[in-house]
T-cell receptor, first 115, second 113 residues
Framework: NAGVTQTPKFRVLKTGQSMTLLCAQD?????MYWYRQDPGMGLRLIHY???????AKGEVPDGYNVSRLKKQNFLLGLESAAPSQTSVYFC??????????????FGQGTRLTVV | GESVGLHLPTLSVQEGDNSIINCAYS??????FIWYKQESGKGPQFIID?????DKRQGQRVTVLLNKTVKHLSLQIAATQPGDSAVYFC????????????FGTGTRLQVTL
């Protein structure tokens, strides 16, 4: 039972480079999320999706794009990385509201450093 | 090393004592609250949740108290163990908003032997 799996776990990028973070969940959850975690600031929502083919902006969406082509996958893209995007990124998933459980399940995180 | 949480408030508790971690939330429209535990290098892990129509909820060794009047949430851990050492986050959610969570800044719990 893998739950939420993120790849890669670590990455170092140069300013201006692009990359995609992959999130996969095997719980048949409708909702998926991308958060970033910075020191002393808790987790902040970047983008989220309420179902296959849908995406929406969260609290801090600038500089990121997302896609949800398959229900189980949620991709986070950085088109031109900046040092301000150095952070730990977490993917999460949950049932839709009214489902058997409401809490979100988180992946192990991706530590990204932009130099 | 782990850089997340460098400036977090810290609660030091002796093994076997009870721990109380507090959280103030700001949105009076929030109606669902969750406590997460985050160990070093790992993602947040669900501990316990409570809905706004409740004042108290108990789990295994944990109790969450909700005071909507002063917008305060607390997590009580009974008989704290070394394995409880982690950063604890409260999170809030409003029904009908796709279960998006707003997180607090977290509290680091250190259990001393």
């Amino acid at each position: 039972n893998a739950g939420v799996t993120q790849t890669p776990k670590f990455r170092v990028l140069k300013t201006g480079q692009s990359m995609t973070l992959l999130c996969a969940q095997d719980m048949n959850h409708e909702y998926m999320y991308w958060y970033r975690q910075d020191p002393g600031m808790g987790l902040r929502l970047i983008h989220y999706s309420v179902g296959e083919g849908t995406t929406a902006k969260g609290e801090v969406p600038d500089g990121y794009n997302v896609s949800r082509l398959k229900k189980q996958n949620f991709l986070l893209g950085l088109e031109s990385a900046a040092p301000s995007q150095t952070s730990v990124y977490f993917c999460a998933s949950s049932y839709s509201e009214g489902g058997p459980h409401t809490e979100a399940f988180f992946g192990q995180g991706t530590r990204l450093t932009v130099v | 090393g782990e850089s997340v949480g460098l400036h977090l408030p810290t609660l030091s508790v002796q093994e076997g004592d009870n721990s109380i971690i507090n959280c103030a939330y700001s949105n009076s429209a929030s109606d669902y609250f969750i406590w997460y535990k985050q160990e070093s290098g790992k993602g947040p892990q669900f501990i316990i949740d409570i809905r706004s129509n409740m004042d108290k909820r108990q789990g295994q060794r944990v109790t969450v108290l909700l005071n909507k009047t002063v917008k305060h949430l607390s997590l009580q851990i009974a008989a704290t163990q070394p394995g409880d050492s982690a950063v604890y986050f409260c999170a809030e959610n409003i029904a009908g908003t796709a279960s998006k969570l707003t997180f607090g800044t977290g509290t680091r719990l250190q259990v001393t032997l």
